[in-house]
């Protein structure tokens, strides 16, 4: 199983925000089992790098290889930014982006807190509970 882990599920994890940790690091633990591939859009790293911009350079560069050694970065390319600058259907351009990277990394399901955002996705958009049930059914 193919998963694209939205920017807000890493956050979580990281920051351990509340009452998200909890999921968002068991989302991070199926990443790391062999049954699980996770990825991460490019633009999600620059996005933590810079949300993470009050902590030091070397604990920043640090909490970022860990997120590159868990999860596959994936982009897209010029004429898949192009085609979602030119999508509509969007009302977010970012969730656009998110969802062209997850078809570029052939991901079953993208894992996000906000799944309303993804109404118009391609790919299948799950909450972390959503994904545990599925999970737990194999």
Same mark, same amino acid.
């Given at each position: 199983?193919?998963?694209?882990?939205?920017?807000?599920?890493?956050?979580?994890?990281?920051?351990?925000?509340?009452?998200?940790?909890?999921?968002?690091?068991?989302?991070?633990?199926?990443?790391?089992?062999?049954?699980?591939?996770?990825?991460?859009?490019?633009?999600?790293?620059?996005?933590?790098?810079?949300?993470?911009?009050?902590?030091?350079?070397?604990?920043?560069?640090?909490?970022?290889?860990?997120?590159?050694?868990?999860?596959?970065?994936?982009?897209?390319?010029?004429?898949?930014?192009?085609?979602?600058?030119?999508?509509? /259907? =969007? $009302?977010?351009? !970012?969730?656009? @982006?998110? &969802?062209?990277?997850?078809?570029?990394?052939?991901? *079953?399901?993208?894992?996000?807190?906000?799944?309303? /955002? =993804? $109404?118009?996705? !391609?790919?299948? @958009?799950? &909450?972390?509970?959503?994904?545990?049930?599925?999970? *737990?059914?194999?």
């Amino acid at each position: 199983m193919v998963l694209l882990i939205d920017a807000n599920i890493v956050l979580d994890y990281l920051l351990k925000r509340e009452p998200f940790y909890s999921d968002s690091k068991k989302v991070m633990e199926l990443c790391g089992s062999e049954t699980v591939d996770g990825c991460i859009a490019l633009h999600t790293v620059t996005t933590i790098w810079y949300i993470l911009r009050k902590f030091p350079d070397d604990q920043r560069r640090s909490v970022l290889r860990t997120i590159c050694d868990l999860l596959e970065v994936v982009g897209i390319s010029h004429d898949e930014v192009v085609s979602a600058i030119d999508n509509s /259907d =969007f $009302k977010d351009f !970012e969730d656009c @982006v998110q &969802t062209k990277c997850a078809k570029s990394a052939q991901a *079953d399901y993208i894992i996000t807190r906000n799944t309303i /955002d =993804f $109404k118009q996705s !391609e790919i299948a @958009v799950l &909450t972390p509970k959503e994904l545990f049930e599925i999970v *737990d059914k194999r």
